[in-house]
């Protein structure tokens, strides 16, 4: 009788083939457990068979310690601890955040967690706890940085404001607010802390237009909202800005002495004590050969020259009440600036020399305001190099003048 030969190869590829057939028919869910350690990873034993989501789409299975949810568009993935209650808070996947894309993960800060789901996500630490995040609020907190920005972790979930128009979260270090015309802006620090106590979006000022933004590169701090804007320095402290002047830059000659943004920095740190944001709108360069020693007569308010007068009549880019400063190498006779200008052409002369007090000074006098004999204020008739104690001051009263002018407008 002859013996069966069996060949060893092709019962080691028969074997090969079924256990990937088993493998292969694993649940995705199964496949994610067995990877995290299975019964005796961290997850523990599970609790439930694998089941259907009540949505009908996915799948889940409940463990001792947590729970992975699977999704044939997302994939299986784990979710645990305060991060899964607060999700299941909302309804697991039917709720807004839907499924999870990641398993929960370990924030790059070293210090919190989050799982990222379909519709957002939630953040924990041990000191916020387990918040969740989601739509351009989350879409900002993102381009901030996330948790390693100056906001650090949300304190809030995302909620309706009292006004019931927009929505906002609340972070260990400011917040974002949203409503469908302003987008999303953050709000932060000494800025947050007076619009909170003005009444937040409910306020005067509204809801915020911007984030937090660096005024002309100096120390000044501003956030503009819809009906004004607030602005912060170490020197001023904190100003609520309801009017503006809108200011257009025409250079003959650049400044020397002081950088531009050094002097719109100053002039808004003084003029911000007025409540007044000034606004740098276009800068344009001027070929003027003839005129970058311009004749500026006696500079008395009400009369130009006809160099002034053909100076002025540079007006590009400019609307309505907008102010022009002309950079020029120097005024004959010489001054540090000029302030007279013809009828209707609201501006001013400042030669490349000047301090940085002069551009807000000689605005000063376009809104009005007169020299004084003080060199502690802005309006010294001694010269603006001469001020002693800067910033320079603003008295209410002229403080009152340059709101009432018609070149101010309300924001």
Request: a neutral charge; glycine letters at 12%.
């Amino acid at each position: 009788m002859s013996k069966l030969k069996i060949d060893p190869a092709m019962v080691r590829t028969e074997l090969n083939l079924e256990i990937l057939k088993n493998f292969q028919f694993q649940h995705p869910i199964t496949l994610k457990y067995q990877a995290l350690g299975g019964p005796g990873g961290w997850l523990g034993p599970n609790t439930t068979p694998i089941n259907t989501c009540p949505d009908g789409v996915g799948s889940y299975q409940h463990y001792a310690n947590g729970s992975i949810y699977y999704h044939p568009s997302t994939g299986a993935h784990e979710v645990h601890g305060l991060i899964r209650a607060r999700w299941q808070s909302f309804g697991w996947e039917r709720s807004f955040l839907g499924y999870p894309l990641t398993d929960e993960s370990a924030c790059p800060d070293g210090i919190g967690r989050y799982n990222h789901f379909q519709g957002g996500s939630i953040y924990w630490s041990p000191s916020s706890g387990a918040w969740e995040v989601h739509g351009a609020i989350r879409s900002k907190y993102s381009s901030l940085g996330w948790e390693r920005s100056f906001l650090r972790y949300p304190l809030t979930n995302e909620n309706t404001t009292p006004d019931g128009i927009g929505r906002y979260n609340h972070f260990q270090g400011g917040s974002i607010y949203w409503t469908p015309s302003t987008g999303a802006h953050e709000v932060h620090g000494l800025i947050r802390q007076h619009w909170a106590s003005l009444g937040w979006e409910k306020s005067v000022l509204g809801y915020p237009t911007s984030d937090e933004l660096v005024v002309f590169g100096g120390d000044g701090r501003i956030s503009h909202f819809q009906k004004g804007s607030i602005y912060w320095s170490p020197t001023a402290g904190v100003r609520v800005l309801r009017e503006r002047v809108r200011v257009h830059v025409k250079i003959l000659e650049n400044p020397t002495s002081f950088t531009l943004n050094q002097q719109f920095a100053a002039m808004q740190e003084v003029w911000a004590v007025s409540g007044i944001r000034v606004d740098w709108v276009t800068t344009e360069n001027l070929n003027l050969p003839t005129l970058t020693d311009v004749d500026v007569g006696g500079c008395f308010m009400g009369q130009t020259t006809a160099e002034q007068n053909s100076l002025f009549g540079n007006r590009n880019f400019m609307a309505g009440n907008d102010l022009v400063v002309y950079y020029v190498r120097s005024t004959v006779p010489g001054y540090n600036g000029c302030a007279a200008h013809p009828p209707g052409r609201p501006g001013c002369v400042v030669v490349r020399s000047a301090s940085r007090w002069t551009l807000g000074h000689e605005f000063g006098h376009v809104l009005g305001l007169n020299h004084v004999n003080n060199n502690d204020r802005l309006m010294t008739g001694n010269g603006t190099f001469n001020i002693t104690n800067p910033p320079p001051d603003l008295t209410s009263a002229e403080s009152t003048t340059m709101r009432n002018s018609n070149l101010s407008t309300p924001l």
